[in-house]
Structure formats: C-alpha cells, structure tokens
C-alpha cells in the first residue's frame, strides 16, 4: 500500500529493490522453459500450487528460488544505512504483523511450502515517505515515515495486512510470470506488424508498430498490477478483522493517504496508474466495512501508537530543525484541548528530541512530566510506564551516566515478570540495552554486568539465532572479558546474518588459528567455541559454494581469501 507518488527511496536501498526486479527475469529460461503443471515438482524441488486467482506463478518462479532471491535483496538492504533495528519500535511492529500472519495460516493462505521456506519478517526503513513494501520470499519493509503519520494501530495494521498479502497470493512471483508472458506476445506482435509494415514499404508504419506493441505490453502489465492491488485490498481486509483489528483503519487510512496526496494528484489518467485510484479503494474499503461490528477500543493500546508513532518521528529524521521542532511542546491552551495519548506522545518525541541534541536535562525533564501525567490517571498504566522507563535509560545511556542507567535497568528487570509486555519475554529491548550499559560501566562493577549481559544474551540467541544486533552486542561483551573465541564466533554470525560470507569466514578462520595455536585453553567454553566454530566453518564453506554454483559455476573463479586449504573438493 503505497501513496500515488511516493518519495525516492535511499540511493542503495533503491538499487537494491531495482536489482530484485532485474534478477527477476533470468531466473527461468522464457522459451525454453517446459510448462509444468500445477501439484508437480519444479527444478528446484517446490511443489507448484495454484494462486487464489488462478494465475499460476509457481510455473515460472518457485517458492525456492523466490525465497533465495528474496534474500539477496535483503542482504543488500541489511548493509544499507537505511534500514533500522530500533529494538522498541521493531518490536511493536512485530506485536501488529504476527497476528496477521496467524490469520492467514488460520484462513489457509499459507501452503505448507510458504509456511515452511518464507521468512514472514516485517523490517523498518529509516525513511520519511509514506510507504511500505513486499519483497521476494516473505519480507515485508515499512518506512518510518508511515509508523509517524498513522493515528491508530489499525491504521498501521491494514498496511500491513495488504502487504503480507501481496506476499501470501504471491504477487511478484506472478508478475514476473505475467511479464514474461506479455514480453513473448508483444514481441510476436511487433514481429507480425513490422512484416506487414515491410510489405508496405512504409518506415513510419514500422515505428507505430513497434511502439504500438509496447504500449499494448505497457498496459497490460498496469492492468494486472491494479488488479493485484484490488486483491490485496479485499484479502487485506479479511485478515485485518480475522487479527482482531478494526477494520475501519483501513478506510481510515485511505483516508490519511488522499488527504496526504490532495495536493500532488490531480487524479488523472487513472488508466495509467499501476494503483488504483485511492477514492476508489476509500470507497470498498467502506463497503465491506459495512456491518462489521467495530472492534473494542483499548485505551493503552491507542496510547502506545501514540508513542510509537513520536519515536518514528523522531528517528526518521535526524536533523538538527527536525529535532527541535519536535522539541517544541504545544502551548497550554492547546494541550488542555488533547487527549492524555496526544500528550503523552508529544512529551515522548520532544524528551527524545533533546536527547539526541544533548539537551539532557530537559529530556529528564520531559520524562518526568510524563510520568507525573501517568501517575495522575486514574487506572494504572504499566506498559506505558514502561515505555517511559526504557526511554530513562536511553538517555541516560547519552548523557554518559551508566550508573544511573545501571539502576533504572535493575529497576525494570525486577518488575519484569508482573509487567506487560510489547512481545516475547525476555523483553529484547531490555537484553539489548542490559548489554549497552555494561560496557559502559566503570571498572569495579564491570565485570559482572558483562558477564551476566552475555549469559542472557547467550540464552536469547539459542532461541532466537536470526539476530545480528544480539550477536554484534555478544561479541562486544565477550571481547571485554578477554574471551577472543567467543567474540570471534559471535562477529561471524553477525557477519552472516548481514549477508558478508567472506567476513563471516574470514573471522571463522581466525577462530580456528587461534585454537590451533594453543593460545587459548583446551576444556570448558573455549573447547565448546572451537567445535562451533569448526562446525560453522564448513556450513558457511558449502553455503558459499552452492551460491556460487547457482550463479553459473563460477566457483573456480576469484577464489577468496577465506577458502579453506585443507577442504576435501
């Protein structure tokens, strides 16, 4: 879901989302590719399943090869300073996709192979504009820019509810079969106009049919695309109410977007839009909205996306004027007119603004406010609360006092098990800021806030190996403690996770240098280490090669330096 003109993505980021176009198209070959039929398997070893409106995408491009390409354009993404792990706002963005992405499996929009092989990963872009985005193999990204200017969660929730299914019905995968199809037709067509236009002897005749027969594909191509938007739409909304959401917020949203473009679209040649007009889908969007009874209002749940929303404000521009302008609170006229969620928020955005400007006694400031205004309501509000906690501890992380950070964490991780919490225990935000602040603590009590920070770190990333921030924080904790296998192990998982094999195995390699030197000892966790790392080794040895293969067998060429010489071929 996207506005009608939205703004240019970051430079690489861009490249990277035009390279999954352009990598699209090669992956089958477009004439001498034999047409498989729907339930048998394809090259890479997919079951090939019908889409819900019948075009069979699985044909052309495999739920394999999609995933694969999927993850390319990701790690492109990962390495772009664009995209964003805020540890907060990730995970209450992951609080709105996981309820989605349940009511598809509930509705049976999700075959087995998608189940199994997609990532169903919702990711920030750090990035103004209003917009949000599928990619190949189940990634989903959103732009802060979007997070900001909604008003409720079921506003966010309905994009999120197109996107996931542009990735459940298998959108890309479909026009990539669909453009290879027009591609094939509009070709012939050319080739039949311009022998006509040869018999004739006519040079104009032939260029009106050249361009005749690209326009023809043109069209079609925005035909299809629109209606893959209508799709969306429709199927948005089901599982949008299927999560427990309002489905007014889609509407509402539309609402957003029109009153967001009035000023940069005229509505013209609606024929030639790729979208459909957003008057259009405001309107079905109320349609089927018509009889839905409309879902409960929880307060808390309002003021959280009101928080939420101030920090994407904040984060999404990190400009000096931007800063101060949300640091700007409104006059007391106007904040006795809002509500305590509008204030709260404002109070969120500007304690956070001067944070970032190093005006740090007046985010204290802020803060307090905030939970003066908490503390004043009548029904307690431990999660917002909270919310307000972790924000104490980021600032005073910035203003170089770890001490009182140190406290305030001891603080929350006692009220951890009767708090709410945005996801899964042990809060991830929490971990990663436990590990921020023992690095920065002076050295007396150093030394056992690291090593509890990397246990728990430890224990995290058992459960949950696909976090490359906890693995970066983990190797920084271990390096501090002077353990060089485990920092070394845990570099290199980061390294994989952000799509940079070759630094991955370069730092495997020294791993296992080290252990053959005898520099470290031989039992206990440097002997755990050096077998996973030996493990990981040969993994991410075998990983590359078989990228390489699929490449073109170039595997013999540019041979890096992390190759392995005593490898067996």
């Known amino acids: 879901m996207t506005t009608q003109r939205p703004a240019p993505l970051p430079e690489r980021l861009a490249r990277a989302l035009m390279l999954a176009a352009a990598l699209a198209l090669p992956l089958q070959g477009p004439m001498a590719q034999a047409v498989e039929r729907p339930g048998t398997l394809s090259p890479d070893g997919n079951v090939l399943r019908l889409p819900a409106l019948g075009e069979s995408a699985a044909e052309d491009f495999g ?313 004043a309501q009548s029904t307690p509000q431990p999660l917002l609360a909270r919310v307000f906690a972790l924000l104490q501890v980021e600032t005073a992380l910035a203003a170089g006092d770890a001490a009182a950070a140190q406290q305030r964490l001891l603080a929350l991780r006692h009220e951890q098990g009767s708090a709410p919490q945005l996801g899964a225990a042990p809060e991830r935000p929490l971990l990663l800021l436990q590990a921020q602040v023992a690095l920065r603590l002076p050295p007396p009590e150093r030394s056992a806030a690291l090593r509890d920070a990397a246990e728990r770190l430890q224990t995290w990333l058992a459960q949950y190996p696909q976090d490359a921030s906890g693995w970066l924080l983990l190797a920084s904790c271990a390096e501090a403690q002077g353990q060089r296998l485990r920092a070394l192990r845990a570099q290199a998982e980061a390294r994989a996770l952000l799509g940079d094999l070759t630094g991955a195995l370069d730092r495997l390699r020294s791993g296992r240098e080290l252990a053959r030197s005898g520099a470290v000892g031989a039992g206990g966790q440097d002997f755990i280490e050096a077998s996973i790392i030996e493990a990981r080794w040969r993994e991410l040895q075998a990983q590359r090669r078989a990228m390489m293969a699929e490449r073109g067998g170039r595997a013999g060429e540019g041979r890096e330096p992390a190759d392995d010489p005593d490898a067996r071929p």
């Open 63 to 375: 739920v394999g090869a999609e995933r694969r390409l999927g993850d390319e354009v990701m790690a492109m993404i990962r390495r772009d300073p664009a995209y964003l792990d805020d540890p907060l706002l990730l995970q209450y963005l992951q609080s709105l996709w996981q309820p989605l992405v349940a009511a598809a499996r509930a509705r049976g929009d999700i075959d087995v192979d998608a189940a199994s092989q997609f990532a169903w990963e919702a990711f920030l872009v750090r990035d103004k504009s209003v917009n949000a985005f599928a990619l190949p193999g189940g990634f989903v990204g959103v732009h802060l820019g979007l997070i900001a200017m909604t008003r409720t969660r079921d506003q966010l929730a309905s994009v999120l509810a197109h996107e996931l299914t542009h990735v459940t019905q298998r959108h890309i995968a479909r026009s990539v079969a669909v453009q290879q199809r027009q591609t094939l037709l509009s070709m012939a067509g050319m080739i039949l106009a311009l022998l006509a236009a040869s018999r004739a002897d006519s040079a104009d005749l032939a260029q009106a049919a050249v361009m005749g027969g690209q326009a023809a594909a043109l069209q079609g191509q925005l035909n299809f695309s629109r209606d893959m938007e209508r799709e969306a739409d429709r199927i948005g909304f089901a599982l949008l109410v299927g999560a427990g959401f309002d489905g007014g917020g889609m509407s509402a949203m539309f609402e957003l977007m029109d009153r967001a473009n009035r000023f940069n679209d005229s509505s013209a040649y609606p024929y030639l839009r790729s979208h459909p007009l957003t008057q259009e889908r405001q309107s079905e969007a109320r349609l089927r909205t018509h009889g839905q009874p409309p879902a409960a209002v929880v307060p808390a749940a309002a003021a959280l996306h009101e928080l939420m929303a101030a920090r994407a404000s904040v984060l999404m521009d990190p400009g000096a004027a931007a800063l101060h302008r949300l640091q700007r609170l409104p006059a007391a006229a106007d904040a006795a007119q809002q509500g305590v969620s509008s204030r709260l928020g404002a109070l969120y955005a500007a304690a956070m603004a001067s944070s970032l400007l190093n005006e740090h006694a007046l985010a204290a400031q802020r803060i307090g406010q905030a939970q003066a205004l908490l503390a």
